[in-house]
């Protein structure tokens, strides 16, 4: 049996403190997915690329946009608030029209609340994704891992 993708990105990689790429892909029947570097620079290749799948599917340029939107903020929230490792999947869903976006990491990082931030640099994130989004949410993956997924209308 085929191990699912969330399965496959919760066992950290190897060391990424060289100069490699921000994230690796790989493609497959489900649609795209990337296991991203934990550093903030990752996230500007991401979005290329996942624009890239996007156009790749065919997507209108409205939809990509706001699966653009919704790949930043989650990612970025991973990132700035988590634990490695994060990976990212966009699946299309054809036949209903729809596509996906689930973000996993390792969990909360100690003292990584949103305390830390001034009031303006932080809290909207989540608001943008409600206001994009046909539906959000998050679930726990294998202890203390967390699946952050939104949907978005293909149209």
Do not use: Y
Not at 31 to 37: F, N
Not at 67 to 88: C, Y
Request: glycine fraction near 10%.
């Amino acid at each position: 049996m085929k191990p699912h993708f969330l399965d496959v990105i919760a066992v950290p990689g190897p060391d990424t403190s060289t100069a490699e790429p921000p994230a690796t892909r790989a493609r497959g029947p489900e649609g795209e997915q990337w296991m991203i570097e934990h550093r903030p620079d990752a996230l500007g290749p991401v979005r290329r690329e996942a624009r890239a799948s996007l156009a790749s599917w065919g997507v209108g340029p409205a939809a990509a946009d706001s699966v653009v939107l919704v790949v930043s903020e989650l990612v970025t929230n991973a990132v700035r608030h988590a634990l490695p490792p994060v990976g990212l999947q966009l699946r299309h869903d054809p036949a209903d029209r729809r596509l996906w976006v689930e973000v996993t990491d390792g969990g909360p990082a100690i003292g990584a609340g949103a305390g830390e931030l001034a009031p303006d640099e932080h809290g909207r994130g989540l608001l943008l994704v409600a206001a994009v989004a046909l539906a959000h949410g998050s679930r726990p993956h294998h202890g203390e891992r967390v699946v952050r997924w939104a949907c978005v209308a293909a149209d």
